[in-house]
């Protein structure tokens, strides 16, 4: 090698070495006392003090005097002699920009307090770069002891070609930890570049910027819709004490990404609870449905109880969803290697819907996704390999079969409904070591006519999660806003803005009353185990849930 050539890459040694100037986000307090406590939050400040320092005022502050130093944070006691003037750190790096302090004793006015102390305030956070599903540490005060209904919220943009940041709050399993002082989260899927902040019932606080890792690929969202959308639900011909109780368990379609805007505009009966678990619950008691009803005396020995009208429940949803588009670098993704990851595989395999743990334990169904997986370890191309096989060996049939129907008969006579081809792609998947869960809402065509409709999401570690339709990728009859050229490549990865969510996963609730009679409604435009449910002091009741009619496109 040149004596240019070494001196080239000894400098690329030292440019790749240097150590990065400080930087000041925050100082807290402002304005204070000699004694007080004061911390100093940023970054690059190093591990340890060693020979860096802080300068307030032009004075050096002593090691003495520090409490505690790591590369994000400083916290020292101000000295007798503290003076107003530009607060700086200090470290091999170099010099920080400057923040001001105010020596609250030498000030001859009095310092007005910020009547906002109780708003919480980011003051940094620990990854200024982080992938999808990675922890995120953020630093700051008045985050609140407990989370309760304290939310983080992160940007994302609806397309490459939108200028402006929207919002998606974590999802409940996204939370780690919580304090006054500290939040770790995973970054939820589909965030963006932009911000993140908190906010609490005390208020917002401010935007701290945020970098998302995009190493594997990226996903965009497309083709805005807005949907209206009109539920319900009728009760017949209920006899019960006046001490009887009935439930019902509404699907409410969750908010995410893809789907960000859910609003309840209307409804005709005012819910019990209006959302718990992903439902809107309605209550009716024994008393409020037998003051209803018309007691007909047929004789001077004889009544005869006769239902005044049915109990009919309306809900008018409105809700906005975009088009799904992802791009993965396929020969980038590496088998799972966090240990949430595949404990949430094994909880999969074990909470999974009744159909899909009947297939699970079908050795044809073990036996066939072993022998289409082969040896790889990719999970994405576990998918797409699973996904390519169903396509091309099962016929899809355009109705949907009885509620009765096992799924299996799609492996024996190679034909099935939308329902079954979902259940199956979930279970060999599963089978696979692939992260997966079924997916179940409607499906709007061309015209806004709606069906009830299943697909499903697979998991890719530091990308999030990737859908897929097996059955409109088999050929299910449909017609979108949009023709589409190729439908059986489009439908592995990307998804359309004609599918609106209502379950993302089994949504197994738990009894509102014990030794409750609980009814389930397999095969529909939700998957949850809990449909209804009624006390002992129910005699009989019948019910009629329709699938959810689209009133409104825009």
Known sequence: MSFIGVLLFLMAIISSTKIKEPQITVIDPKVGNPGDVFSIYGSNFGNEQTESFVEIGGLRITASNCIEWSDHKIVITLPANVRDGLVYVVTQGGRSEPKIFTNKTVVP?????????????????????????????????????????????????????????????????????????????????????????????????????????????????????TYVIDTSVELREIVTDNDGLIFLRVPKPPVFASQPGVDVTAATHKPAIEEIAGTIVHQFDGEEINASVVIEK???????????????????????????????????????????????????????????????????????????????TNPYTKAHLIYSYMIKNFTVLSDVRSPDAPVIDLLETKKGDAYDFAMLYDALLLAGNVLVRPCAGILVDADSSSRPHWWCEFYIESFGWVPVDVALGAGLPFECFKKRTNVKDFYFGNLDAQHITFSRGYNKLHPTIAYSKIVCQPKTYALQSIWEESSDKVTRYSSYWTTPNVTGVY
């Open 109 to 225: 006015v009095k310092v007005i307090s910020d009547p906002a102390t109780s708003i919480p305030v980011i003051y940094g956070i620990e990854e200024k770069s982080q992938c999808v599903g990675g922890l995120l540490s953020i630093h700051g005060k008045n985050f609140g002891l407990m989370r309760n209904n304290s939310k983080v919220y992160f940007s994302f943009k609806s397309s490459d070609l939108s200028q402006n940041d929207e919002k998606i709050y974590c999802e409940n399993e996204d939370y780690e930890y919580w304090s006054d002082e500290l939040v770790r989260i995973r970054v939820p899927d589909g965030t963006s570049d932009g911000f993140v902040f908190i906010e609490t019932e005390k208020g917002s606080s401010n935007n701290y910027p945020f970098e998302l890792q995009k190493t594997l690929g990226k996903k965009t969202f497309l083709d805005k819709r």
């Open 298 to 376: 047929t004789d001077s020995k004889t009544e005869q109880v006769i239902p005044a009208a049915n109990v009919n429940i309306g809900q008018t949803f409105v809700v906005t969803t975009s088009a799904v588009s992802t791009e993965i670098k396929e020969q980038l993704v590496k088998p799972y290697s966090k240990k949430d990851t595949i404990s949430k595989i094994q909880q999969a395999s074990s909470a999974s819907l009744d159909s899909i743990n009947e297939l699970l334990k079908n050795e044809k169904v073990t036996a066939l996704s072993r022998s289409i997986i082969g040896k790889t």
